[in-house]
Protein backbone atom coordinates (compact mmCIF):
# COMPACT_ATOMS: atom_id res chain seq x y z
CA UNK A 1 0.00 0.00 0.00
CA UNK A 2 3.21 2.36 0.90
CA UNK A 3 4.45 1.75 -2.55
CA UNK A 4 0.97 1.90 -4.72
CA UNK A 5 0.31 5.27 -2.66
CA UNK A 6 3.36 6.05 -3.09
CA UNK A 7 2.69 6.18 -7.17
CA UNK A 8 -0.10 8.40 -7.02
CA UNK A 9 1.24 10.97 -4.56
CA UNK A 10 5.10 11.40 -5.49
CA UNK A 11 4.45 13.54 -8.74
CA UNK A 12 2.34 15.82 -6.77
CA UNK A 13 5.24 16.06 -3.51
CA UNK A 14 7.90 16.68 -6.52
CA UNK A 15 5.88 19.09 -8.41
CA UNK A 16 5.32 21.19 -4.68
CA UNK A 17 8.98 20.69 -3.96
CA UNK A 18 10.47 22.02 -7.23
CA UNK A 19 8.28 24.61 -7.15
CA UNK A 20 9.02 26.07 -4.52
CA UNK A 21 13.06 25.54 -4.91
CA UNK A 22 12.36 27.51 -8.22
CA UNK A 23 10.12 30.38 -6.66
CA UNK A 24 12.47 31.18 -3.51
CA UNK A 25 15.56 31.35 -5.83
CA UNK A 26 14.73 35.04 -6.52
CA UNK A 27 13.29 35.45 -3.24
CA UNK A 28 16.78 34.38 -1.85
CA UNK A 29 18.46 36.40 -4.34
CA UNK A 30 16.32 39.64 -3.56
CA UNK A 31 16.59 38.77 0.32
CA UNK A 32 20.18 39.08 0.52
CA UNK A 33 20.70 41.86 -1.90
CA UNK A 34 18.34 43.94 -0.65
CA UNK A 35 18.69 42.79 3.37
CA UNK A 36 21.47 40.99 3.95
CA UNK A 37 22.33 37.93 6.07
CA UNK A 38 19.19 38.30 8.72
CA UNK A 39 17.09 39.08 5.07
CA UNK A 40 18.67 35.84 3.46
CA UNK A 41 18.19 33.60 6.40
CA UNK A 42 14.29 34.52 7.29
CA UNK A 43 13.94 33.43 3.27
CA UNK A 44 15.30 30.57 3.76
CA UNK A 45 13.69 29.17 7.06
CA UNK A 46 10.10 30.24 5.30
CA UNK A 47 11.60 27.79 2.18
CA UNK A 48 12.27 24.79 4.39
CA UNK A 49 8.81 25.80 6.69
CA UNK A 50 7.11 24.87 3.72
CA UNK A 51 9.17 22.12 2.09
CA UNK A 52 8.23 20.54 5.03
CA UNK A 53 4.42 20.59 4.62
CA UNK A 54 5.40 18.54 1.21
CA UNK A 55 6.42 15.91 3.75
CA UNK A 56 2.95 15.56 5.00
CA UNK A 57 1.91 15.50 1.18
CA UNK A 58 3.24 11.92 0.88
CA UNK A 59 1.16 11.05 4.35
CA UNK A 60 4.39 11.51 6.09
CA UNK A 61 4.36 12.59 10.11
CA UNK A 62 7.35 14.66 11.28
CA UNK A 63 8.09 14.88 14.37
CA UNK A 64 11.15 17.09 16.19
CA UNK A 65 11.73 16.11 19.54
CA UNK A 66 14.03 18.53 22.13
CA UNK A 67 13.26 18.37 25.76
CA UNK A 68 16.75 20.63 25.93
CA UNK A 69 17.25 24.30 26.80
CA UNK A 70 20.08 24.69 24.13
CA UNK A 71 21.88 27.97 24.40
CA UNK A 72 21.30 30.83 22.11
CA UNK A 73 24.50 32.98 21.18
CA UNK A 74 26.86 29.57 21.85
CA UNK A 75 28.06 28.03 18.66
CA UNK A 76 26.68 24.61 18.96
CA UNK A 77 28.16 21.64 16.77
CA UNK A 78 25.12 19.40 15.74
CA UNK A 79 25.86 15.67 14.95
CA UNK A 80 23.52 13.79 13.52
CA UNK A 81 23.24 10.14 11.53
CA UNK A 82 21.65 10.59 7.95
CA UNK A 83 19.23 8.48 6.68
CA UNK A 84 18.14 10.24 3.16
CA UNK A 85 18.09 14.00 1.33
CA UNK A 86 15.21 14.81 3.44
CA UNK A 87 17.12 15.06 6.64
CA UNK A 88 18.22 18.41 6.33
CA UNK A 89 14.58 20.49 5.66
CA UNK A 90 13.76 19.69 9.34
CA UNK A 91 16.56 20.56 10.47
CA UNK A 92 16.73 23.64 9.39
CA UNK A 93 13.52 25.01 10.33
CA UNK A 94 13.33 23.68 14.14
CA UNK A 95 16.91 24.62 14.79
CA UNK A 96 16.76 28.16 13.18
CA UNK A 97 17.45 29.90 16.19
CA UNK A 98 20.86 28.20 16.07
CA UNK A 99 21.77 29.51 12.87
CA UNK A 100 23.34 26.07 12.00
CA UNK A 101 25.86 26.09 8.58
CA UNK A 102 25.50 22.50 6.96
CA UNK A 103 29.33 20.73 5.80
CA UNK A 104 27.87 19.86 2.58
CA UNK A 105 29.10 18.63 -0.54
CA UNK A 106 30.57 21.02 -3.19
CA UNK A 107 28.64 19.34 -5.78
CA UNK A 108 25.64 20.45 -4.51
CA UNK A 109 26.49 24.23 -5.20
CA UNK A 110 25.63 23.90 -8.68
CA UNK A 111 22.24 23.69 -10.45
CA UNK A 112 19.97 23.24 -8.13
CA UNK A 113 17.45 26.21 -7.80
CA UNK A 114 17.89 27.66 -4.39
CA UNK A 115 19.49 24.95 -2.82
CA UNK A 116 22.93 25.66 -4.26
CA UNK A 117 22.43 29.39 -3.72
CA UNK A 118 22.16 28.70 -0.02
CA UNK A 119 25.27 26.63 0.62
CA UNK A 120 26.40 29.36 -1.96
CA UNK A 121 25.72 32.27 0.14
CA UNK A 122 24.79 31.36 3.54
CA UNK A 123 27.71 30.08 5.06
CA UNK A 124 27.75 26.62 4.47
CA UNK A 125 31.55 24.75 4.21
CA UNK A 126 31.12 22.98 0.58
CA UNK A 127 34.25 20.59 0.26
CA UNK A 128 35.38 18.89 -2.47
CA UNK A 129 35.64 14.82 -0.87
CA UNK A 130 38.93 14.62 -3.96
CA UNK A 131 40.72 17.43 -2.64
CA UNK A 132 41.50 17.07 1.28
CA UNK A 133 43.17 20.54 1.37
CA UNK A 134 40.36 22.31 -0.08
CA UNK A 135 37.78 20.14 2.26
CA UNK A 136 40.04 21.17 5.44
CA UNK A 137 39.72 24.94 4.17
CA UNK A 138 36.45 25.16 4.12
CA UNK A 139 36.00 23.35 7.20
CA UNK A 140 38.49 25.86 9.12
CA UNK A 141 36.81 29.11 7.25
CA UNK A 142 33.53 27.65 8.79
CA UNK A 143 35.12 27.40 12.53
CA UNK A 144 36.44 31.00 11.80
CA UNK A 145 32.65 32.44 11.24
CA UNK A 146 31.15 30.04 14.03
CA UNK A 147 33.78 32.09 16.19
CA UNK A 148 32.96 35.35 14.71
CA UNK A 149 29.32 34.92 14.30
CA UNK A 150 28.32 32.58 16.84
CA UNK A 151 26.77 30.69 14.66
CA UNK A 152 26.17 26.40 14.44
CA UNK A 153 27.07 23.91 12.04
CA UNK A 154 25.72 20.61 11.06
CA UNK A 155 27.71 17.73 9.90
CA UNK A 156 26.43 14.27 9.18
CA UNK A 157 30.06 11.93 10.44
CA UNK A 158 28.86 8.58 8.08
CA UNK A 159 29.64 10.92 5.30
CA UNK A 160 26.90 9.50 3.12
CA UNK A 161 23.49 8.07 3.16
CA UNK A 162 22.60 4.98 5.16
CA UNK A 163 19.80 3.50 3.01
CA UNK A 164 18.68 1.07 5.34
CA UNK A 165 18.64 2.83 8.58
CA UNK A 166 21.77 0.98 10.07
CA UNK A 167 24.24 3.46 11.05
CA UNK A 168 27.75 3.53 9.28
CA UNK A 169 30.79 4.19 11.09
CA UNK A 170 31.40 8.14 12.15
CA UNK A 171 34.34 9.50 10.16
CA UNK A 172 36.05 12.04 12.74
CA UNK A 173 38.15 14.22 10.86
CA UNK A 174 35.63 17.75 10.29
CA UNK A 175 34.17 17.06 14.07
CA UNK A 176 37.83 16.70 15.53
CA UNK A 177 38.47 19.91 13.72
CA UNK A 178 35.75 22.09 14.85
CA UNK A 179 35.83 20.84 18.09
CA UNK A 180 39.40 21.92 18.20
CA UNK A 181 39.55 24.90 16.59
CA UNK A 182 35.90 26.34 18.55
CA UNK A 183 36.72 25.07 21.79
CA UNK A 184 33.52 26.69 23.23
CA UNK A 185 31.15 25.57 21.22
CA UNK A 186 28.41 22.74 23.01
CA UNK A 187 28.20 19.19 20.55
CA UNK A 188 24.42 17.71 20.65
CA UNK A 189 23.63 14.37 18.75
CA UNK A 190 20.46 14.31 16.88
CA UNK A 191 19.32 11.35 16.29
CA UNK A 192 17.17 10.46 12.99
CA UNK A 193 14.87 7.88 12.58
CA UNK A 194 12.28 7.10 9.66
CA UNK A 195 13.45 9.02 6.94
CA UNK A 196 15.46 6.37 5.03
CA UNK A 197 11.89 4.63 4.68
CA UNK A 198 10.60 7.58 2.71
CA UNK A 199 13.01 6.71 -0.38
CA UNK A 200 13.28 2.53 0.34
CA UNK A 201 11.86 2.02 -3.22
CA UNK A 202 14.32 5.02 -4.58
CA UNK A 203 13.55 7.95 -5.99
CA UNK A 204 10.27 7.35 -7.28
CA UNK A 205 7.86 6.38 -5.62
CA UNK A 206 8.31 7.26 -2.80
CA UNK A 207 7.01 5.47 0.31
CA UNK A 208 3.69 6.85 1.53
CA UNK A 209 2.70 7.39 4.90
CA UNK A 210 6.24 7.29 6.75
CA UNK A 211 7.03 8.53 10.38
CA UNK A 212 9.82 10.55 10.48
CA UNK A 213 11.81 11.68 14.10
CA UNK A 214 14.28 13.81 14.96
CA UNK A 215 15.57 13.72 18.59
CA UNK A 216 18.14 15.98 20.07
CA UNK A 217 19.89 13.76 22.68
CA UNK A 218 21.76 14.84 25.85
CA UNK A 219 24.34 17.62 25.36
CA UNK A 220 27.91 17.15 25.12
CA UNK A 221 30.16 19.66 27.09
CA UNK A 222 33.82 19.01 25.37
CA UNK A 223 35.70 20.41 28.38
CA UNK A 224 37.97 18.14 29.63
CA UNK A 225 37.39 15.72 26.99
CA UNK A 226 39.53 14.70 23.64
CA UNK A 227 37.65 15.43 20.91
CA UNK A 228 37.87 11.59 20.22
CA UNK A 229 36.13 10.94 22.75
CA UNK A 230 33.56 12.87 22.43
CA UNK A 231 32.76 12.11 19.04
CA UNK A 232 32.25 8.49 20.45
CA UNK A 233 30.38 9.64 22.84
CA UNK A 234 27.90 11.29 20.54
CA UNK A 235 28.00 8.18 18.13
CA UNK A 236 26.76 5.66 20.61
CA UNK A 237 24.30 8.37 21.86
CA UNK A 238 22.91 8.11 18.68
CA UNK A 239 23.56 4.61 17.55
CA UNK A 240 21.39 3.22 20.77
CA UNK A 241 18.79 5.58 19.76
CA UNK A 242 18.60 5.26 16.32
CA UNK A 243 18.67 1.11 16.82
CA UNK A 244 16.66 0.61 20.09
Known sequence: MNKFLGYI????HYLLFGLLL??????????????????HK????????????????????????????LPVGRPIIFIANHQSMYDITPM??????????????????????SISFNLKHGGAANID????KQSITEILKLAQRMRDN?????????????RDGKMKPFAAGGVNTLIKKVPGALVVPVAITG?????????????????????????IEPSGKTPEEVISEAENAIKSEVEA
Open 9 to 12: FSPI
Open 22 to 39: VIFHPIQWLSLKLGGYKA
Open 42 to 69: SSVEALNYLLIGTYYVMGGRVRFINKYD
Open 92 to 113: IWYLRRHQPKFISKIELTRGIP
Open 129 to 132: RKDP
Open 150 to 162: NWSAAIFPEGTRS
Open 195 to 219: SWKLTRFGTFPLSFGEKMTWKVLQP
